[in-house]
């Protein structure tokens, strides 16, 4: 077997060229191989992300699709009670409140507001002065443009307070998207 001596000291000009060249052209390799390995690392991170989200959105399908029945009472309980609370939050409740509170215009007092989520009902409770007051405020509400329809459902006679002698409820139906 040979020996292989590489003397990087000697300085003839053919072989201190070619390994300047050598060494250029593995500088330059090790500069592409660093920039593609720095390029494979930020499109795994993009993927990696990709895949929690996808991971983490199939889970809540997953979630979602677990029966009812599968589930402890108490987990079925507390599912059912998530759930309305959730649909309660995505009520439209600015819009509900700013268009209700407009309408109510002199001579009407409101005192409840109570939105059915499922139904896209509201049940307004409130005083009025008297039953034209009531019905002038069933008007501007059903004139509003978050709302579908409004009718007055219930009135009633209060004999307590004679500012306001008459109590009354309105339902009324919201749109998904005002006008």
Known sequence: MHRIELDFVKRSGVGNLAGLALLAG?????????????????????????????????????ARAVPEAQLRPEEARA????????????????????????????????????????????????LARDLPAANAFVGRLQAKPGFAQAYLAQHDMQRKDPEAALGFVVLATWREEAR
Do not use: K, M, Y
Request: hydrophobic letters at 45%; charged letters at 25%; a neutral charge.
């Open 79 to 126: 599912l059912r009670e998530a759930a309305v609370v959730a649909a309660r939050l995505r009520l439209p409740w600015q819009r509900l409140f700013d268009e209700t509170a407009d309408a109510a215009g002199e001579g009407v007092a409101l005192t409840g507001l109570q939105p059915d989520a499922a139904s896209r009902t509201v049940r307004i409770a409130g």
């Open 26 to 62: 593995g500088i330059g390799l090790l500069a592409v191989t660093a920039l593609e390995a720095a390029d494979w690392a930020a499109q795994r991170q993009v993927l990696d992300d990709q895949r929690a989200r996808a991971s983490g959105q199939s889970r809540t399908r997953e």
